[in-house]
């Protein structure tokens, strides 16, 4: 067996601030390869990885095999984990769920998954949202498969289930909802595992992170049948008056450094979320979430005024490190707010 990971996380450097902190520092995604003819060390990493609180039983491969994984992970308070899997031989597996969103997209070979009476079959280029609250059983014919996993309770705050609706019960086994949402869901997966492999990778910021693993989650909530999208368990809204918005403002101010949910914010003001983005559009004529993004431009901003590249700052850490994981819009959107380019602010 063979195994690696990537040289341990780097630090950028942040401008301090008493009154609004600072964002987190950056942690390079980790990185690991496996590979192995061992059946015994193929269950170990899987149940590792997928069933740490419950066992996967494997079945024991036909004929010559050889299995091999690539898997990368990022931030540690909600990870978010693309991996390539392949083997050489069919063999089956029996899991339970675990408390992660996560969809399979076949890439080349076959793949049957079994839930009770519910059984499909994908060919290369489907792909499948695992049950989020039942045992499945995986026969795997051989070929090479992509898994991407994300943490349920993220998954929940972005579909906004109520104190009533349990997490573990988001999704049933199933397909994309169409074949166009199939598509859409491969190219966004394919870019985020574009993103994650690259050397310095913007996802190693944190903010950057976060925001990424809750656009996944929603594109999950878009492509796969789910129960928030066919049933009504949104959470009920609030008294949107200007007071509220003024709560959620200060609260956005002093966490903005911070990965945040609307959920958060919403609680911050104490109000439901359904409220809190009335409020916003009815007093401010924007969103929180966008309130949020135009505050975190202005730490940008801050942070390019004060740095300088004699001392290793560039546009592409400062704008990471405040959540703008592509230098091109952010480079845009900093145009459009303070008529000149991020690079000429750092230089002057």
Sequence with gaps: ??????????SSRSVTSSRTGTAPDY???????????EADEVY??????YGPNQPIQLAAPQGEFAFGSDAVNVNPAAPLRVERMWNTAPMAAHAHPV?????????????QVSMGGDEIRLAAGDCLAYATDRPSRVAWQGGQITLVALPLAVVADVARLDDSASPASLFGQSRAAAPRLAH??????????????TTHSALGHPLVAAETTRMLAATALTTFPNAPTTEDWFESGGASTPSTVR????????????????AE???????????????FARHRHTTPMAHLRRVRLERAHRDLQLGHPSRGDTVRDIAGRWGFGRPDR?????????????RETLRS
Excluded at 1 to 10: A, K, N, Q, R
Excluded at 44 to 49: F, I, K, V
């Design 265 to 279: 914010i919403a609680a911050g003001a104490s109000i439901g979320v359904r409220g809190l983005q009335q409020a």
């Design 184 to 197: 859409h869901w491969r190219r966004v997966t394919e870019h985020v595992e574009q993103e994650l492999r």
């Design 27 to 37: 942690q390079e995604p980790v990185r690991n390869r496996f590979a192995s003819a």
């Design 1 to 10: 067996m063979s195994s690696s990971s990537s040289p341990s996380g780097t």
């Design 44 to 49: 170990q990493l899987l149940r590792q990885t």
């Design 330 to 342: 952010f480079a845009a959107l900093y145009r459009e707010t303070y008529g000149t380019t991020p």
């Design 99 to 111: 408390e992660m969103f996560v969809a399979v997209m076949a890439r080349e070979g076959g793949l």
């Design 247 to 262: 709560r959620a403002e200060e609260f956005i101010e002093a966490n903005a450094h911070r990965p945040l949910t609307v």
